[in-house]
């Protein structure tokens, strides 16, 4: 079971935040990555193609010998992930649950804000998740239509990025709030800039670390743990493989170069 796989899949590069923690906190295991770059971003798409989406990713990457899925997605995970976990037996988790969680524990005056995209903030998964923990805790979402494209394309900081920032943030600096949730795994490559302007009463909630863990306290549960000191990692994209080696490498602090192929994801029921 050790030399199984671990794969994670998101709409296109910020996923492999998710997967960085997952090299720091399972440092031995075999990792496979797909960011389905030539469809980004899902977060403005309605949700029977979220779905449909999602499940194509999904049966691509269970074609890659796996132990356990992380949807890195948090559209995804808001929109699909009870479909995703219908498709396998395997474990399948979603950035959802685990964050919220870990906001709720996080949150000293109950007010929680939440920074997604368009679809996950409509699904109120996030605000469902945290009413169930603590019916107590207020919550503030606001969506982020414009973060995805700027972390694409490598706009990490500088005025158009914080001007973004300010105007998303201002609902959520309004109420108060001091937990904020990253409610998708594009957005911890913003936190410098969220950090800033947020300043130091509020935590930043990553959504990738927080599956990444929850992930890891199933596998140490069920036994499946590799024994491996350092394992292997593929990764997989839809589109152009230059573009995404380039960036990727930069966000895991490694180059990737040689480990990255593209391929076509079947589209057809």
Known sequence: MSELQIGVFDSGLGGLTAVRELMQILPGENLVYFGDTARVPYGTRSRDTIRTFALQDLRFLLEQDLKAVLVACGTVSSVALPDLQGMTDIPVVGVVQPTAAAACNATKNKKIGILGTSATVKSGSYQAAIAEIDPEITVTA???????????NGYLEGQITELAAMEYIKPLQDAGVDTVILGCT???????????????????????????????EILRREGKLSQKSEGKRRYFVSDEVSNFSNIAGMFLERSIDGQVEKVTIRTDD
């Open 142 to 152: 606001t969506a982020c239509p414009l973060f995805v494209p700027l972390v694409e």
């Open 186 to 216: 594009h957005y911890p490559l913003l936190k410098p800039v969220l950090s800033k302007l947020f300043g130091d009463g509020v935590t930043l909630i990553d959504s990738g670390r927080e599956a990444a863990l929850a992930l890891a």
